[in-house]
C-alpha cells in the first residue's frame, strides 16, 4: 500500500500561506482571561497564517482555547499580546467581510427567523432586496422554507442552527468562521451540510475557518487540519489534505481518507481524547 502524501508541520515552525497576502494572519497571538478567580492563560503563541480561498479545519481537546482563537479573528475580544490581521488590516472591531457561526445558534427570541438571517445585512446597513433574495435562497439550502416567520424557539436545535448558519453567509462575507457549526446535527443532516459547505467554497472561494469536533469531518473539508495542544492551548501540528476536490462521501472509505484521519487522532490518543 502506498503512503498518502501526509505533510506535518510541527510548531514552532510557521506554516507559509499558500499565495499573496494572507486572509488571515496571526502572530505571536496570545489570549489570558483575567478573571476575578486570577488569570486563565488560554492560548500559548499561535502562528498561523491562512490564505484567500482557504479551508482551515481547527480540531483540539475541549476547553484548548479554539472558540477563544475564533472569538479573537472575528474581532470580538482582544489578544492579551500579538496581532491578527484580516485582509491585511489589523483586528480591532469585527470586520465587515467576515460571517461567524457560533458554537451555540445565539438567535434573538423576538425576531422571526427571517428576521434574524437579514441581521448583517441591517446592521451594515446594506441593499434589503438583494440580499432577502440570498437569505431565501440559504433558506431554501438550509431547508428551513416555510420556517421563516416562525420564532427560534418554535425550532429544532439543529433548525436552529442551520438558521445561524444562513445568517453567517447572508451577506456574502468573503471570510467565514464557523464554531462547531453541525454538533447539534443528526448526522444525515451533518453530511447534507458537509456537502452543501464544500459547494459553497468550491463555487465562492470563501476563506473558512471550521471548528470541529468530528475528525471525518476535519479531513472531509479542509485543505489543511490545524491539530490544538491542551490548554493553553497552541498549534501542535499541521496536516495537509490532498485528496482531490470535489470529494464525495464514499471517498471517507478510502485508505488515504483513513490514513489522514488516523493522524490526526493519533494526538488525542496520545492525549486522553479528543473531549
Ligand atoms: N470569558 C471568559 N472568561 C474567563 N475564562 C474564559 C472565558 N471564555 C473562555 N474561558 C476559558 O478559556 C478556556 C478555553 O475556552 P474556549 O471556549 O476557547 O475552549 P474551546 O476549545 O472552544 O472548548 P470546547 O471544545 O469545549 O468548545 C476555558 O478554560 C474557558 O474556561
Ligand atoms: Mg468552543
Known sequence: MTRPNLRLIETPEVPAARAGEPAIGIKALTKTYRTRDGDVPTLRPIDLDIADGEFVAVVGPSGCGKSTLLKLIAGLIEPTSGSIEVGGKEVVEPPDDVGIVFQSPVLLAWRSVLANIMMPVEVRKLDYASHLERAKALIKTARLEGFENKYPWQLSGGMQQRAAICRALVHDPKIVLMDE????LDALTRERMNLELQRIHFETKKTIVLIT???????????????????????????????????????????????????????????????
Open 181 to 184: 457549526p453541525f454538533g447539534a
Open 213 to 275: 469536533h468530528s475528525i471525518p469531518e476535519s479531513v472531509f473539508l479542509a485543505d489543511r487540519v490545524v491539530v490544538m495542544s491542551d490548554r493553553p492551548g497552541t498549534i501542535e501540528a499541521i496536516y495537509e489534505v490532498p485528496l482531490p476536490r470535489p470529494r464525495s462521501l464514499e471517498m471517507m472509505g478510502t485508505p488515504e481518507f483513513s490514513a489522514l484521519a488516523k493522524q490526526v487522532r493519533s494526538h488525542f490518543y496520545a492525549e486522553g481524547g479528543i473531549d
